[in-house]
Structures are given as structure tokens and as C-alpha cells.
């Protein structure tokens, strides 16, 4: 069973608020991605991070940032949050040589 | 570059009908290749995966056979239970890339 965890689930904000959204895994992964999913469920990779102090840009040009200043914990920062936003966001991981990956149950978000 | 091709959905079924999910893939070199399922407001998880040509996966009644020759991996069920209903994602891994290309997702909806 995996451990990797996800706040908060739903949220709905305002356009313009910074908002962060809090990913963390007990496993001791040292890979961690965000994905964000749209409505027709296909995934985009937006950030991933392959150790601490470590990050890069995925497929899907975002707006946000991340931070890996612990291995546990990968959070997800929007500065200026816009309706174009609203989503899901997954956040996985996987450990070493291992190509599975383990998934949060997402947070889903909604600007208004 | 790598790419996966799933069937379209929704795939509608009723009770302990036979399932096929087509999945069929572009990449260079040997990928490894994936099942993961997401079930109504959760995050994905490994269904099952094969790492080499001929090899099958297989778990919780789901089987999938690595194809090199046609290229595909293809899921399937004998007997579909109202619990099944989820979205299915093919992915694979190719050339040491601890990021997957994933499908677009094929949702499967059971009925009694």
C-alpha cells in the first residue's frame, strides 16, 4: 500500500489568491512528479523532481513552481491562481531504478 | 518519440461480460509497459506490468501479454464485476526514463 498523501483535496479560490498545494510520501521515494489531469481524464506531466534540490519542467508548460527541499515533501505553488487553472493535480512517486509509480489521490481544484 | 494508443471510451458492459481494452505503442528500444486504474475520486495505481516481450501480467483477474510483434498490450477480463468500473491508462517506460508516456484513459462503466 502506498503512502503518499495530498492536501488539501478540494479547494475552491478566488482568481489571483497564491494557493500551494501540499504533496508528501513516507515511502522514501527519491522521485517525485506532479501531473495535472483534465477533464478528459489524459494526464500532463507539469513538474518532477529526481532528489532534493532538484526540479524540472514536464511536458505541459504551467504557470506554477515547485520546491524538493526534503524527500518526503514536493508542494506545488500557483502565484497568481486563474480559472484556466481549475483541475485535477496528482502528485506521485517512485523509488530508484523502479519504473512504477505511486499516486496521491489528487487535489482538485476550482478558480473561480 | 514514445507514444501509447488506447480505444476510446466509455467502454459499457454489463455484469460478468468479457473486457478488452486495446493498448497499442510507438517507442524505441524494449519499454516496459503498464496497467494502472483509477477509481472514482482517487489517484491512479498499478494494475499490472510486464517487462519484457512475452511476459504477462496479470492481478485481481486482469491479464495483459507483452506483443513486441504487433506492438501491444492489450487488457482483458473474463467477468466483469460492477466494482471494476474505473478508468484504465496504458503507459510504458523506455530507455531508463523514470517518466511514463501514458494513454489518454479508457473509462469502463459496468452495469448489474
Known amino acids: 500500500e502506498a503512502d503518499i498523501y495530498q492536501t488539501p483535496r478540494y479547494l475552491v479560490i478566488g482568481t489571483g489568491k497564491k494557493i500551494t498545494l501540499e504533496c508528501s510520501q513516507t515511502?522514501?521515494?527519491?522521485?517525485m512528479y506532479w501531473y495535472q489531469q483534465d477533464p478528459g481524464m489524459e494526464l500532463h506531466l507539469i513538474h518532477y523532481s529526481y532528489g532534493v534540490n532538484s526540479t524540472e519542467k514536464g511536458d505541459l508548460s504551467s504557470e506554477s513552481t515547485v520546491s524538493r527541499i526534503r524527500t518526503e515533501h514536493f508542494p506545488l505553488t500557483l502565484e497568481s491562481a486563474r480559472p484556466s487553472h481549475t483541475s485535477q493535480y496528482l502528485c506521485a512517486s517512485s523509488w530508484g531504478g523502479q519504473e512504477t509509480q505511486y499516486f496521491g489521490p489528487g487535489t482538485r481544484l476550482l478558480v473561480l | 518519440g514514445d507514444s501509447v494508443t488506447q480505444m476510446e471510451g466509455p467502454v459499457t458492459l454489463s455484469e460478468e461480460a468479457f473486457l478488452t481494452i486495446n493498448c497499442t505503442y510507438t517507442?524505441?528500444?524494449?519499454?516496459?509497459l503498464f496497467w494502472y486504474v483509477q477509481y472514482p475520486g482517487e489517484g491512479l495505481q498499478l494494475l499490472l506490468k510486464a517487462t519484457k516481450a512475452d511476459d504477462k501480467g496479470s492481478n485481481k483477474g486482469f491479464e495483459a501479454t507483452y506483443r513486441k510483434e504487433t506492438t501491444s498490450f492489450h487488457l482483458e477480463k473474463g467477468s466483469v464485476q460492477v466494482s471494476d468500473s474505473a478508468v484504465y491508462f496504458c503507459?510504458?517506460?523506455?530507455?531508463?526514463?523514470?517518466?511514463?508516456?501514458f494513454g489518454r484513459g479508457t473509462s469502463l462503466i459496468v452495469h448489474p
Open positions: 515511502m522514501g521515494h527519491d522521485k
Open positions: 503507459a510504458l517506460s523506455a530507455g531508463g526514463s523514470y517518466i511514463p508516456t
Open positions: 517507442a524505441t528500444g524494449y519499454p516496459s
